[in-house]
């Protein structure tokens, strides 16, 4: 990861470095809009420097403790950020509901 992006990480409180190489960004606990404000703030940094390797875990929750709106029983904020990381290009995993992974 580059160090610009690893500067606007760890001002986050939700981000934690799991290795080198993987960033985990914890968004339990923000609301739909803060959530998809802060994966698309680092989703334009990723993509203004065409950042290659490392991986970025973002972890928006089953939706357990939400209303679960959306077809599949995911909660809001899962579904804004899948919704977000669709529209964005990026190549992502869905590793199971409300967790996703960046590459």
């Given at each position: 990861?580059?160090?610009?992006?690893?500067?606007?990480?760890?001002?986050?409180?939700?981000?934690?470095?799991?290795?080198?190489?993987?960033?985990?960004?914890?968004?339990?606990?923000?609301?739909?809009?803060?959530?998809?404000?802060?994966?698309?703030?680092?989703?334009?940094?990723?993509?203004?420097?065409?950042?290659?390797?490392?991986?970025?875990?973002?972890?928006?929750?089953?939706?357990?403790?939400?209303?679960?709106?959306?077809?599949?029983?995911?909660?809001?904020?899962?579904?804004?950020?899948?919704?977000?990381?669709?529209?964005?290009?990026?190549?992502?995993?869905k590793n199971q509901t409300g967790l996703y992974e960046i590459s």
């Open positions: 990861m580059s160090d610009t992006l690893l500067s606007l990480l760890a001002d986050q409180e939700s981000i934690h470095l799991v290795s080198p190489n993987t960033a985990f960004l914890d968004l339990h606990g923000l609301h739909v809009k803060e959530a998809c404000s802060l994966v698309s703030t680092i989703i334009a940094q990723r993509q203004r420097q065409q950042q290659r390797g490392g991986r970025l875990v973002v972890c928006a929750g089953a939706g357990k403790h939400a209303d679960r709106s959306a077809a599949d029983g995911a909660g809001r904020l899962a579904s804004a950020v899948e919704r977000l990381l669709v529209r964005s290009g990026l190549a992502f995993k």
